[in-house]
């Protein structure tokens, strides 16, 4: 059975930054894509970066430049590294499978709160 498990949210001034981790297990990790999602209060989940299982990174327009996404496939872990974070940011965050493949049950996420 698959399970995520994500931490590393919370408050922060805008400006600041936040390291998100993702532990997986019940996978195979390393053959996997793995993405970070993201839902806003009344908005569709989104996706926020993906990093393949040869470690090619792409992101969403929104957080270019800001974020990075890493893997670990010894620990089967995933991060997202965000810097400059923007109000706009604020949202529970999700690592899952990356698009496109079915998604696995989903984690409870991680909120992140942008505010001043």
């Known amino acids: 059975q698959v399970q995520l498990v994500e931490s590393g949210g919370g408050l922060v001034q805008p400006g600041g930054s936040l390291r998100l981790s993702c532990a997986a297990s019940?996978?195979?990790?390393?053959?996997?894509?793995m993405g970070w999602y993201r839902q806003a209060p009344e908005k569709q989940r989104e996706l926020v970066a993906v990093?393949?299982?040869?470690?090619?990174?792409n992101y969403a327009d929104p957080v270019k430049g800001r974020f990075t996404i890493s893997r670990d496939n010894a620990k089967k872990t995933v991060n997202l590294q965000m810097n400059s974070l923007k109000p706009e940011d604020t949202a529970v965050y999700y690592c899952?499978?990356?698009?496109?493949?079915?998604?696995?049950?989903w984690g409870q996420g991680t909120q992140v709160t942008v505010s001043s």
């Open positions: 899952n499978r990356g698009p496109g493949a079915g998604f696995w049950s």
């Open positions: 990093i393949t299982s040869g470690g090619i990174a």
């Open positions: 019940g996978i195979t990790f390393s053959m996997h894509s």
